[in-house]
């Protein structure tokens, strides 16, 4: 009896063990983890670029101090769209106003505006009655109220405008405080930011594309980076090693980039797939992939898993997804760790704004050769970047 209850247990084993090689899922291995505060969710509104950078400033803050903050999204979405309305009626409505940005603009609003916790202001969504951030009624009433102004018949401006904006905002995000209390202190916006030390000099925005010189700044040419703020151009290695540089140094990286590519799951997977080359996809040939749906796509690369095969980056290839608007930039999230696949191919763990979503609870997993392929920049503190790289960059 005892002989036959082990024969038993044992063709169990194999069989699970089969099973899990026959749909080859991924089984991620951690190499190294830096701290980060709780993933938030920007639900319906298009601010990751506020939810990354914010997140991506308080893991800096944690690693400096080993202190966590819980700081407010909205306060700085709300500056940041007065600063944007009045460059685009400056600009006679000749720029982009709509709800994205970059990691610039909230170093730039903490820098001209300040910041302020989490609760010093009314929660996301508070106003209209919802539990997270919801911009659908929001936006649909800013913006044409933007464009109405920056594209009139007016030979002259009055700045009864800028009321007339600052009262949208204010109904559906709330007051910006003057001053609040934080741990039994009175602080402004200004004061917080000091006494928590964000210094907009501390911080740098890198790329790689060879329409500009290398070891130059440019300004990106991408739609939602409306503040004209360069960033520094190097090699596509020299980018990936600043990455794999600063976080094994301790910090994490502020990445802005693509994720409307195929392998990009909403199950918490970022993988540069290879479509020409992997018919077992389908079942059949890249043509077939193309008719399939995102969520069909989903399924058949979790079901391949591992064995998916990836394009290899180079700089070449990158720059041409660029410029045929293959790789665009409408995504913002924080790189804090690498891991590994039973394969050995190396992934960057990654934090999203999304809530609890996905296979892994709001974190990514997102292949190196994903991120090499579909940067747009990333962000992060200098002193992270590399001295023999920051001496020849000139910072």
Known sequence: MKKTTIIYLMLICLGCLFHAQASDEIVFTTVLENPITPVKNQSRSGTCWSYATIGFIEAELLRSTGKVFDLSEMFVASKDYVDCAEYHVRMHGYSRFSEGGSADDVLEVINRHGICPEDAMARPGSMIGDTLANFTEFFATLEPYVESIAKGNSTKLTSQWKVGLQGILDAYLGQCPESFTYQGKQYTPQSFAKMLGIDKRDYVSITSFTHHPFYEQFVIEAPYKWRPRPSWNVTIDEMMATIDEALKQGYT??????????????????????IEHADDLTGSDAARWLKLTKQEKAESLKKLGAQTPELVPTQGLRQERFDNWQSTYDHVMVIFGIARDQNGREYYKVKNSWGQTGDYKGIWYMSKAYIALNTTYIFLNKEAVKKDLRKRLGF
């Not at 590519?261 to 993988?271: A, Q, V, Y």
């Open 253 to 274: 990286v502020c990445w802005g980039g693509d994720v409307s590519e195929d392998g990009f799951t909403r199950t918490g997977l970022g993988i540069a797939a290879d």
